[in-house]
């Protein structure tokens, strides 16, 4: 008889299971139908206030992070990847499409910050997704967090990675936008939190 380390029922099915019971348990939560994606419930009021809206996601496998980072003056959406994998650029974009607004309370267009670590395939899936929602006419701005003080920041072709340091940058600019702050003030801010930190 072998016991097991973890409460798995299958590999493949981990991290869907993970993200139906996080939105089970907590109902300001809601999934986005044919993706991995948590989104706030209250997202449709949110959107209507003229509030930036924010998004983060990577790799699954480290959980709560990135959809127990979903709520009031945090995130307003997470996107999953698989365990290991960035999320692919049709969930961001679907995600993107979920918080995004043409415009918001009083005609405002607020826009999205998508906050997410310096990760090569994170870099070019949410890259994709981004210029996409542009494309559809979407206000979307991006924060990389690369603060990883393990790996050296010359002499790599990546760089630094991110780690605890994003949690930060999300809390900031989430606590930014409940206040009603605009994306460019919102970037600015978060820029120069994620700059900060680790250096």
């Known amino acids: 008889m072998s016991t097991g380390k973890k409460l798995v029922n299958s590999p493949e099915d981990a991290v869907d299971e993970a993200l139906a019971g996080m939105v089970a348990v907590h109902p300001g939560l809601r999934l986005l139908e044919g993706h991995r994606v948590v989104v706030r419930a209250d997202i449709a009021s949110v959107v209507k206030e003229g509030k930036v809206t924010l998004l983060s996601g990577g790799g699954s496998g480290h959980e709560p992070s990135w959809a127990g980072f979903v709520g009031q003056g945090m995130l307003s959406a997470a996107v999953a990847g698989s365990v290991f994998a960035s999320p692919p650029p049709a969930s961001i974009l679907a995600a993107l499409r979920a918080v995004s607004s043409p415009n918001g309370g009083g005609g405002r267009r607020p826009g999205t910050l998508v906050v997410f670590n310096n990760y090569t395939g994170d870099r070019l899936n949410f890259g994709i ?44 600019a989430g606590a930014l936008s409940e206040q009603g702050a605009t994306l460019e003030e919102v970037v600015e801010v978060a820029q120069r939190a994620a700059d900060s930190v680790g250096g």
């Open 129 to 172: 997704a981004a210029e996409r929602a542009k494309a559809e006419g979407m206000k979307v701005e991006m924060v990389i967090v690369a603060e990883d003080t393990a790996l050296p920041s010359s002499g790599k072709k990546a760089g630094r990675r991110g780690l605890c340091g994003s949690l930060l940058v999300m809390k900031i």
